[in-house]
Structure formats: C-alpha cells, structure tokens
Nanobody
C-alpha cells in the first residue's frame, strides 16, 4: 500500500521561503505522477501543483511563479519549494496522486503558517 509522508512545514514571515518534502513508499515511484495539495481552515483541499513521471509540471494559478515542484526518483521524494509566501498560503500541505490518478489514503500533512 502506498504511503505518503510530508515534512518541512513551519512558521515563516510573509515574503519568506519554505521547502516541503514528500516521501513515498513503493518501488514504482518513478512511474507515478504526484501532486501537492493544501487545505486551509474552513476550505476544501485542492491541488497546488503536480509533476508527471517525466517531469512535466502544472501549477494552480495562485502559486505560479512562486512555487516549484520537483522530484528525485532515487530518493522516492517530491519537493515543493515555496517562495514569496503570503498569509493566504497558510494551510496544511499534503501530497498524493493527482485526482485523476486515484487519490490514496492521506498522510498527516505538514502545517505551513505564514505571518503577516
């Protein structure tokens, strides 16, 4: 069973940067597309960015130019580098398969808090 473990969250001031990591179990990691999601208090969880097995990336409009998703297949890890953070980026961040790939069980997520 695939498991996702997110890490790297924390408290940062607006305008700052933070890097998140997503470690996934499974020998077929290099063939998977992976997405980062986030859920702010009182809001639905939504896709922030995704990366295909070949490295193609997609971003939600509100993070384009600020967030960068990347992957290291040798480490079974996907990263999300976040720059120019805004208070509205405050949320719990999760990784999983993209919605069209069939979401699996959610990990505990990692909390990101951006202070103004």
């Amino acid at each position: 069973q695939v498991q996702f473990v997110e890490s790297g969250g924390g408290l940062v001031q607006a305008g700052g940067s933070l890097g998140l990591s997503c470690a996934a179990s499974g020998s077929a990691f290099s063939t998977w597309a992976i997405a980062w999601y986030r859920q702010a208090p009182g809001k639905q969880r939504g896709v922030v960015a995704s990366i295909s097995s070949s490295g193609w990336t997609n971003y939600a409009d509100y993070v384009k130019g600020r967030f960068t998703i990347s992957r290291d297949n040798a480490k079974n890890t996907v990263y999300l580098q976040k720059n120019s953070l805004k208070p509205e980026d405050t949320a719990v961040y999760y990784c999983n398969f993209p919605p069209q790939g069939g979401v699996r069980s959610w990990g505990q997520g990692t909390q990101v808090t951006v202070s103004s």
